[in-house]
T-cell receptor
Framework: DQQVKQNSPSLSVQEGRISILNCDYT??????FLWYKKYPAEGPTFLISISSIKDKNEDGRFTVFLNKSAKHLSLHIVPSQPGDSAVYFCAARGGGLDSNYQLIWGAGTKLIIKP | SAVISQKPSRDICQRGTSLTIQCQVDSQVTMMFWYRQQPGQSLTLIATANQGSEATYESGFVIDKFPISRPNLTFSTLTVSNMSPEDSSIYLCSVGGRGKGDTEAFFGQGTRLTVV
């Protein structure tokens, strides 16, 4: 039972273009959604998040969009740079009480930026 | 923020043996989390390590297989016991991201375990 799905295992984008990474979820009780970036031999590092009460959050080249009715979020990177090549994980956080704010993770999308 | 040092970064182990992974945080934290990432899979929470009490294990994970120690507020260990090739994964320790106003989790660099 995958509550958070990243259906694209990999994505290849030309440098300078927009990268769009997608994530779908099933649980409408999630209160926060987060994107993490992971380089080989390193742990995931936090990139950007969005509260369930918002539909957009922007931080520099990174924008996350949330569509609650579709239970879908996306991460846009523009312009894409070679250093953006990494695995991107989508994570959703359960609210308090029973879920204890547990993070539920997608399987990741490997982004490759071509020069 | 938190800086987490995890070691070893990788190991190749014989089946039937055990490996202990260490995680050191640069600040005191109440909860530390241990995750597993099997090849091509998402991060899966193994257990939550609380200082001064037994670890809380997620469904599918048991203490006999993954004993955890938490001797103080900055350190924890995870042991992978009686290993089999199916235990080959990346193991990660993590802090944060689990409070109402705390949405960011921090991770160690991970331990890549290969069981042969």
């Amino acid at each position: 039972d995958q509550q958070v799905k990243q259906n694209s295992p990999s994505l290849s984008v030309q440098e300078g273009r927009i990268s769009i990474l997608n994530c779908d979820y099933t649980n409408s009780m999630f209160d926060y959604f987060l994107w993490y970036k992971k380089y080989p031999a390193e742990g995931p590092t936090f990139l950007i998040s969005i509260s369930s009460i918002k539909d957009k959050n922007e931080d520099g080249r990174f924008t996350v969009f949330l569509n609650k009715s579709a239970k879908h979020l996306s991460l846009h990177i523009v312009p894409s740079q070679p250093g953006d090549s990494a695995v991107y994980f989508c994570a959703a956080r359960g609210g308090g009480l029973d879920s204890n704010y547990q993070l539920i993770w997608g399987a990741g999308t490997k982004l490759i930026i071509k020069p | 923020s938190a800086v987490i040092s995890q070691k070893p970064s990788r190991d190749i182990c014989q089946r039937g043996t055990s490996l202990t992974i260490q995680c050191q945080v640069d600040s005191q934290v109440t909860m530390m989390f241990w995750y597993r990432q099997q090849p091509g899979q998402s991060l899966t929470l193994i257990a939550t390590a609380n200082q001064g009490s037994e670890a809380t294990y997620e469904s599918g994970f048991v203490i006999d297989k993954f004993p955890i120690s938490r001797p103080n507020l900055t350190f924890s260990t995870l042991t992978v016991s009686n290993m089999s090739p199916e235990d080959s994964s990346i193991y990660l320790c993590s802090v944060g991201g689990r409070g109402k106003g705390d949405t960011e989790a921090f991770f160690g660099q991970g331990t890549r375990l290969t069981v042969v």
